[in-house]
């Protein structure tokens, strides 16, 4: 008995040894998500704090040039499933796990170097308005990218909806390569492309309704090709 007492000691520890999955846990200490971090952002909330969120991988695989769409060898794309943690600025309090879903739950690219392309980044309120966290994901060797917005509130990250003109309510949008951003008005442009003759490049322009948690779509401006 005291045989397998001591082999099942034996066994037990060397299985600690092995390589095994990190599972998300629902809070971190900030010192630790910082480590563990692909990615932080400071952000500013509807409440006007500020806030850290970390970007944190589990799984994550580093692509190299098995990535097709690489425009460069420089390029250092990771993919993983990534949770965000977030924390306020000069607090102490330990990293919250955020509820929100990224791209369905997906395998997430994360380049940090192009973030337009794959990736996060933060687009910068003006006028009073809360940042915005962008994640955007590739989809077609065509120049084909989908957003997905967050921002902060109520001491919360949660996802910014689209609302069409006719009232449909999307997740997320089809964009060009160009970074969305912030206008010197308040508003919020989401440079795009459309097929429709003429065809050419499209911002469509919205107003983010912070109550309804929305990116109310207000109009769309054309930017016509130039034609030799």
Not at 43 to 50: A, F, L, R, T, Y
Request: charge should be positive.
């Amino acid at each position: 008995m005291t045989f397998f007492k001591i082999f099942a000691a034996v066994l037990l520890s060397c299985c600690s040894l092995l390589p095994h999955a990190w599972a998300a846990p629902d809070y971190l200490p900030q010192r630790q998500a910082a480590e563990r971090a692909r990615e932080t952002f400071l952000m500013k909330g509807v409440d006007g704090g500020s806030y850290r969120v970390y970007v944190v991988g589990e799984g994550e695989e580093l692509l190299g040039k098995k990535y097709l769409w690489a425009k460069n060898d420089q390029e250092r794309n990771y993919k993983g499933n990534y949770s965000l943690y977030m924390a306020r600025l000069g607090s102490k309090e330990m990293a919250l796990r955020q509820p929100v879903e990224l791209y369905h739950n997906r395998p997430v690219i994360v380049n940090s170097v192009d973030p337009s392309w794959n990736g996060f980044y933060v687009a910068k309120g003006i006028k009073g308005q809360p940042d915005i966290l962008v994640l955007t994901q590739r989809e077609s060797g065509g120049g084909g990218f989908r957003a997905e917005t967050y921002f902060i509130r109520n001491g919360q990250l949660q996802q910014l909806w689209y609302l069409s003109p006719k009232g449909y309510i999307q997740k997320s949008k089809v964009i060009g390569f160009k970074k969305l951003r912030y206008r010197d008005d308040g508003t919020f442009a989401l440079p795009t492309w459309t097929n429709r003759k003429p065809g050419g490049k499209i911002i469509i322009i919205y107003r983010l309704d912070v109550s309804r948690m929305l990116l109310e779509q207000i109009r769309v401006e054309k930017v016509l090709p130039i034609r030799k």
